[in-house]
């Protein structure tokens, strides 16, 4: 059983984006969940809210269980519940995206119905030293947990199944109609055939995005895109902007973010370089594959359009944001590659938690209201 939605007949549906047209258009003949709605509003909440670290703290839904965070122990209740699996979500309070989260995607009854339905929910505190039995058996702190799963952005959600295996994670916040399609993909056994990518691309068949949709930016490099690092260092980082055609999360990341001139003077000391992950285009990637755009996004496992993936001067994948990103954490990230950070703490969020990295960033924060 799964999601439908309500604007899959309605042509106008594309023009938000590809994924939330090819949704509309594709998705519900491979699904039989009662139809649900998604407006216009859903997309702007999910796309275009303020992302420095809130003043408020969040409250959890009622429904989120309260665990003594034993995570063997929970799966058991799970299964015998009848359950798919175990949602383990990694937060922080003061998080505008964990906020996003809790207040549109599970603001939606459908949403929350159906993840009620298929899993228990075990909300981790990334800062927290509670403990945890992971399922390994292993006991450790919740803040010892977050880093060792490198939740570099909250929230961020692992699935496991009731063998306790992880089977999917989401890096970060994804809109509605993504999360619902994720949601289906685990509880529907989808995982067990394809990749998320594959799941999502077969919404997609029979649409046709363009390279030339994309929106260019003057920084941009040329082709041929001869990325290859994996013989002699480059004199900078490299960023590759992995993107599609008719894409609204793409038109607000090129109209807001990439013309904001703050981010704008930190992505000036990268080689950028934009790709169409549905194209042909060819690329001779930073390892020295010859590839195309779309086998390379394949072969990364890419599903969400944009996704900014960093490599260093060697060609080696340093970070990558494949979730949506606004202006606070895109700033944050570029100066933890820009400053070399990674190098000495590669776990994203310790950095931003101590003084150095409070330092670099512009605007200074409480401790632990990271985002």
Known sequence: MGFTLTLM????????????????????????LAETGFEDDDLEAALEFDDSPLRRDIEYPDWFKLSFLDLLEDLEEASAAGKRGLMVYFGQQHCAYC?????????????????????????????????????????????????????????????????????????????????????????????????FREYLARAEEGLSFEPQDLIEEDFFEHPPFILDRSRFKAQRPLVVLFEQGNCHACEVLHTEQLQDPTILERLQQFD????????????????????????????????????????????????????????????????????????????????????????????????????
């Open 9 to 32: 007949l309605r042509p106008t549906c594309i023009r938000w984006s590809s994924l939330v047209g090819a949704l509309c258009l594709a998705l519900a003949p491979l699904t039989g």
């Open 99 to 195: 906020e996003a989260l809790i207040e549109v995607n599970f603001g939606k009854e459908d949403i929350v119905t159906y993840t009620q339905a298929h899993f228990d929910l075990i909300p981790i505190d990334i800062w927290s030293d509670r403990e945890v039995v992971d399922m390994s058996g292993e006991v450790l702190t919740e803040k010892q947990f977050a880093e060792r799963e490198r939740t570099h952005f909250t929230p961020s959600i692992i699935f496991y199944d009731l063998d306790g295996d992880e089977i999917f994670r989401l890096r970060g916040y994804y809109p509605p109609y993504k999360f619902r399609a994720a949601l289906e993909y685990v509880a529907d056994g989808h995982y067990e055939r394809e990749s």
């Open 272 to 371: 950028v370089v934009q790709l169409d992950m549905w194209g042909d285009t060819p690329v001779m990637t930073p390892g020295g594959q010859p590839e195309t755009a779309r086998d390379w996004a394949q072969e990364l496992g890419l599903f969400y359009a944009p996704t900014l993936v960093f490599f260093d001067e060697s060609g080696h994948e340093i970070m990558r944001v494949d979730s949506v990103v606004r202006f606070y954490r895109l700033k944050g990230v570029l100066d933890f590659l820009l400053t070399k950070a990674y190098l000495r703490q590669p776990y994203f969020q310790r950095w931003r938690e101590n003084s150095q990295g409070q330092t670099v960033l512009s605007n200074a924060v409480p401790t632990h209201s990271l985002n």
